[in-house]
Nanobody, 122 residues
């Protein structure tokens, strides 16, 4: 069983930055891919970014490319989502997920966190 916990959400003005953290435990962190997703009120959950086990391969959704960066520190069992130039439409609950496999994935994750709220004011 992998336990995933997000942190770092909050309220920020448009144009500001936040860094989300995702701590994962229960198995060797370096054996699985990590992903970030978000769900805005009244909308379905959507893919944001993914990173493979080594951190050498990443992919971001078009809506966040150039603004958000996913990374990981395997020594700390933690993945990150650096969010810059935030917009009001980025407001959502952000979820971290782990998949027990290598590669970059847009879906099919095995373990999910409880989410952290990000609110961007205009």
């Amino acid at each position: 069983q992998v336990h995933v916990v997000e942190s770092g959400g909050g309220l920020v003005q448009a144009g500001g930055s936040l860094r989300l953290s995702c701590a994962a435990s229960g198995r060797s962190f370096s054996t699985y891919a990590m992903g970030w997703f978000r769900q805005a009120p009244g909308k379905e959950r959507e893919f944001v970014a993914t990173i493979n086990w080594s951190g050498r391969r990443t992919y971001q959704a078009d809506s966040v490319k150039g603004r958000f960066t996913i990374s990981r520190d395997n020594a700390k069992n933690t993945a990150y989502l650096q969010m810059n130039s935030l917009k009001p439409e980025d407001t959502a609950v952000y979820y971290c997920a782990a998949k027990v496999d290598d590669g970059i994935y847009y879906s099919g994750y095995d373990y999910w966190g409880q989410g952290t709220q990000v609110t961007v004011s205009s």
